[in-house]
């Protein structure tokens, strides 16, 4: 090895030439330096330079699909350079679901709850999904209703980042490029809203986002649909609602509504954008849009698409599902049944319909169904001196006085079973209820609106007023209630019960449509799933903790009706529907982050030698 003065000598003799030579010298004894190390380590140790390790992004390990955070073995965090990221402590899954529910609970309000698992979802989907799967009781009332209705009010304030796609009526013509941007290739679900009639509480215009993703996370958390297969949609059409105009936090279009033929235009577009980009397997699930939109899309779509709406749809096998529970109760046939309905608009009407679609199926005529049902909207009885009633109503209308207050409606038909659709907190007063309770057994009572605030009454004014005989049941949550020493659970008439199923059964078979006779089949499955002890002490729908197993029950029967009746797309049919579901399913439990290596044999090699034929000069390669 030269020296530096010898190095030196190679420069001319100046002051820059001379402290350059230094400076190069120095760098020269560094690089021999490091090379003898190098070559000492590889032949002790067989180690390698840092430079020559592969490294996967931290991003992606960390990424919410991946992470598993304190999950990850020890080899894991070695091997996918994170080692070092997370504490020493490695918890099982079980013991990070422990913590999860240790920080759920230690939240004082149910929106602190909220905010908290959306924040959860962000690093640990997985988990997340865990979590939900094995907490249904006390997570359905914060992503589902009714705190999700509380946090749409307030949308603005607690958005973090895309949680699904705002296709605006800005962007007319261009809705295919919009749905291009989600990252995931392979979408089998969209929930999709225009918000404006998001639960009870009205047009919240683009913070109706909240409620497609809650639906699209009980797909996932009840009915194991993989989330990545899943696409909440707003179409931000603007809103008519004064006050988030006003309101500086608003996220959506600051703008008035989308009406007429523009606003059909652009779901026209949006329909055959999602099957241009994804395929006609895709299932459309139509959330919260106002009455007669509703009826309109599901009229236009029903048999061109696989679609469906569940606030008229899910809805009405849910509701059906509750009617043909209270037959089997009361062991009295639903056509002798006096049904009023409080409320007009696309719920109502959607069990009344699917109640007509159910009574014709057991023979029955058209004016032999409708001479037991009356409906009841905010001007009073709908009868045939009326002018303002809609289409998918006349076929209720009576010729008789008109009556403008529920209790005399009550008083006068002396219903067996009143159910409440109107979002108008408290109608079913004291006097209608004791009135249902004079002239029924078991009077069966349905206060349908949501969120709870909105019901239209609760679970202790129902069994109290009616001695504890009601056959209660409500659209959101309220608990049990001591009527004469005895605990009565009240039903909760849940559209959970009824979608994820339905949507599941639907995907799974890659249904070309969604007739009306899927929402029977779904009802009957629904109905028939509570046991007899259950249905006796009056609760008419299963538990919140039952909903996976109802989930995957009606999913199947859904399937099989599909394959019976040449409405999937799956070829050859399955032999077994349910273990056919079932494979398919999202796993709630980590696997193993690292691909498990296996044994490959030494092969045979040739080494070169000096006498290795060079191809010819006349035989050109190219590159």
């Known amino acids: 090895m030269q020296s530096w003065p010898r190095v030196l000598g190679l420069f001319p003799l100046n002051y820059f030439s001379i402290s350059f030579a230094m400076a190069f010298s120095k760098f020269y004894f560094a690089v021999q330096q490091r090379l003898r190390l190098s070559q000492n380590q590889n032949t002790a140790n067989k180690s390698r330079h840092h430079h020559d390790i592969v490294r996967p992004p931290v991003t992606t390990v960390l990424d919410a699909k ?15 350079q994170v080692h070092g990221l997370f504490p020493a402590a490695f918890r099982t899954m079980q013991e990070q679901v422990f913590a999860v529910a240790a920080n759920f609970h230690a939240r004082a309000t149910k929106i602190g709850r909220y905010r908290y698992l959306r924040s959860l979802r962000k690093r640990h989907e997985r988990l997340y999904f865990r979590f939900l799967s094995e ?20 949308f603005g304030m607690i958005f973090r980042g895309p949680m699904g796609l705002y296709v605006t009526k ?10 291009r941007n989600w990252p995931e290739p392979d979408i089998k679900a969209v929930c999709v809203t225009d918000g404006e009639r998001i639960l009870g509480l009205g047009d919240l215009g683009a913070n109706g986002m909240g409620i497609t993703v809650g639906k699209l996370e009980l797909y996932t958390a009840l009915s194991c649909v993989p989330p990545h297969h899943l696409l909440p949609v707003c179409l931000d059409v603007g809103t008519n609602n004064e006050e988030l105009l006003a309101d500086p936090m608003y996220i959506g279009t600051r703008d008035k509504r989308l009406r007429g033929k523009k606003y059909d235009e652009l779901v026209d577009e949006f329909m055959q954008a999602v099957v241009q980009t994804w395929g006609r397997r895709t299932l459309i699930h139509f959330e919260d849009f ?42 009295k046939k639903l056509d002798k049944h006096v049904i009023v309905f409080a409320g007009a608009g696309s719920a109502a009407m959607g069990v009344a319909g699917l109640l007509v679609k159910e009574l014709k199926s057991r023979n029955l005529d058209e004016k032999q169904i409708a001479k037991n049902i009356y409906v009841f909207d905010q001007n009073g009885l709908i009868v045939k001196s009326r002018t303002d009633v809609a289409p998918p109503i006349q076929p209720y209308v009576k010729d008789m006085p008109h009556i403008k207050a529920l209790d005399e409606v009550v008083e006068k038909v002396k219903p067996s079973i009143l159910i409440g659709a109107t979002s108008m907190t408290g109608l079913f007063s004291e006097k209608i209820l004791r009135c249902m309770a004079a002239n029924n057994e078991r009077p069966a009572i349905f206060a349908f609106s949501n969120p709870t605030s909105k019901a239209e009454c609760t679970a202790e004014q129902a069994y109290n007023f009616t001695e504890g005989r009601a056959l209660f049941s409500a659209g959101s ?4 209630v001591t009527v004469n020493g005895k605990r009565l659970t009240p039903g909760q008439a849940n559209n959970c019960f009824a979608f994820p199923g339905i949507g599941l059964g639907a995907m799974a078979a890659y249904a070309k449509t969604i007739p009306d006779e899927i929402f029977l089949v779904a009802a009957h499955t629904l109905a028939g799933y509570p046991e007899e002890e259950a249905m006796a002490s009056g609760r008419i729908y299963p538990k919140a903790t039952e909903a996976k197993d109802v989930a995957l029950t009606i999913a199947v029967a859904v399937a099989q009706y599909l394959f019976d009746n040449d409405l999937a797309q799956v070829y050859p049919v399955p032999e077994n529907v349910c273990e056919f579901i079932v494979a398919n399913l999202y796993e709630l439990c980590n696997g193993d982050s690292l691909v498990v290596p296996w044994k490959y044999p030494d092969l045979p090699t040739v080494p070169f030698t000096e006498g290795y034929n060079i191809p010819p000069e006349d035989i050109k390669i190219s590159f």
């Open 135 to 154: 907490h249904l009781e006390d997570v359905l009332p914060v992503i589902y209703t009714p705190t999700v209705g509380v946090a749409c009010t307030i």
């Open 477 to 480: 949550p309220f608990p049990p």
């Open 66 to 80: 991946n992470n598993k955070g304190l999950n990850f073995t020890i080899e894991e965090r070695q091997s996918l």
């Open 170 to 179: 800005n962007d007319r013509g261009h809705v295919a490029e919009v749905l």
């Open 290 to 331: 106002a009455t007669p939109n509703a009826f309109k899309l599901i009229e236009r779509y029903q048999h061109k698409y696989c679609c469906f709406n569940d606030d008229i749809q899910g809805t009405a096998a849910v509701g059906l599902a509750g009617l043909l529970a209270v037959e089997r109760v009361t062991k």
